[in-house]
C-alpha cells in the first residue's frame, strides 16, 4: 500500500510546503481546477469502482485497517478502532474530492457487487492544486487480483483528464516492495530514495518518491 501520509483518521498531516492559508482567490489564478469536486458520485473500470463511503462500510473498513499487514507501513496501527472507522466515514461523507490541500478517500468497491475492498485517497497540493500526491490500500483477501492498480489507473486517469492536474506524485516505504511495483506498472517514474525521512512506528523510515506528468499518460508511456 502506498503511504499517503494521513493520520488514523481524516485529516491529513501539515504538507511539505507552507501555503494551507491561501485565498481562495489566489488559488483562482492557478490554471487547471482549483475547487472541489462537489458532484462527485462514482468512477468505474472494468472490475472495480472508485466512489465515495457509505455508512454500511464501517465493518470493512475497520476490518482491513485492523490488519496487521495493512497497517505496517501506514501511519495508524492496528487494531484500529470502531469508533474511528465510524467518525472517518461521517467525515468524509462531508468532503469533496479535489479540495486544494486536503487529504480525499475514495472507497475501492467490486463493481460487480459492491462490496468495499479497499480505499484510495489524493491531496492536491495547497499552494498549487495543479499538483496532487496519491495512496492507496487494498484489503489482504483481494490483494494479488489487480484490483489496485486498476483503482489507481481510475484515479489518476481522473485527476489528469477530469481534474486536469500537471504532475502526480506518490511515496512509499522503500521496504513496501508490493507497492513499488504497482506504481512502477502504471509508468510512474521513481525520483528519489528519501533516506529515514519519516517517523513512524518507532523508527526512522526510507521513502521512495515516485512522479508522472500528464503529457507522459497522454502519451501512453505508463
Known amino acids: 500500500m502506498a503511504r499517503s501520509r494521513t493520520p488514523p483518521a481524516r485529516r491529513p498531516l501539515e504538507p511539505r510546503r507552507s501555503g494551507a492559508n491561501l485565498q481562495l482567490t489566489a488559488l483562482k489564478c492557478v490554471k487547471g ?3 472541489p469536486d462537489e458532484g462527485f458520485t462514482e468512477l468505474t473500470g472494468p472490475r472495480v469502482a472508485l466512489r465515495r463511503f457509505h455508512p454500511g462500510d464501517v465493518v470493512t473498513f475497520v476490518a482491513y485497517r485492523s490488519c496487521e499487514q495493512v497497517a505496517r ?4 496501527d492496528a487494531p484500529y478502532p470502531r469508533e474511528e472507522g465510524e467518525r472517518f466515514i461521517r467525515e468524509i461523507a462531508r468532503d469533496h474530492p479535489d479540495t486544494a490541500g486536503e487529504w480525499f478517500q475514495f472507497a475501492v468497491a467490486l463493481r ?3 462490496q468495499l475492498i479497499g480505499d484510495c485517497a489524493a491531496k492536491p497540493q495547497a499552494d498549487d492544486p495543479r499538483q496532487c500526491e496519491i495512496g492507496f490500500t487494498i484489503a ?8 489496485a492498480t486498476e483503482a489507481v489507473r481510475l484515479l489518476v486517469g481522473y ?9 502526480i506524485t506518490a511515496y512509499c516505504d522503500a521496504r513496501n516492495a508490493a ?3 504497482l506504481l512502477e506498472r502504471l509508468g510512474m517514474r521513481r525520483e528519489g530514495h528519501l533516506r529515514e525521512s519519516t517517523w513512524a ?14 503529457d507522459e499518460w497522454q502519451s501512453g508511456s505508463w
Do not use: C, I
Not at 512506528?201 to 500528464?214: H, N
Open 33 to 35: 481546477n482549483a475547487m
Open 73 to 76: 507501513f501506514q501511519s495508524w
Open 112 to 114: 460487480a457487487t459492491g
Open 140 to 147: 489482504p483477501d483481494h490483494q494479488g487480483r489487480g484490483y
Open 159 to 167: 485527476l489528469f483528464t477530469g481534474r486536469g492536474k500537471h504532475r
Open 179 to 181: 507497492s513499488a511495483a
Open 201 to 214: 512506528k518507532g523508527e526512522w523510515t526510507d521513502d521512495l518518491v515516485y512522479g508522472l506528468l500528464r
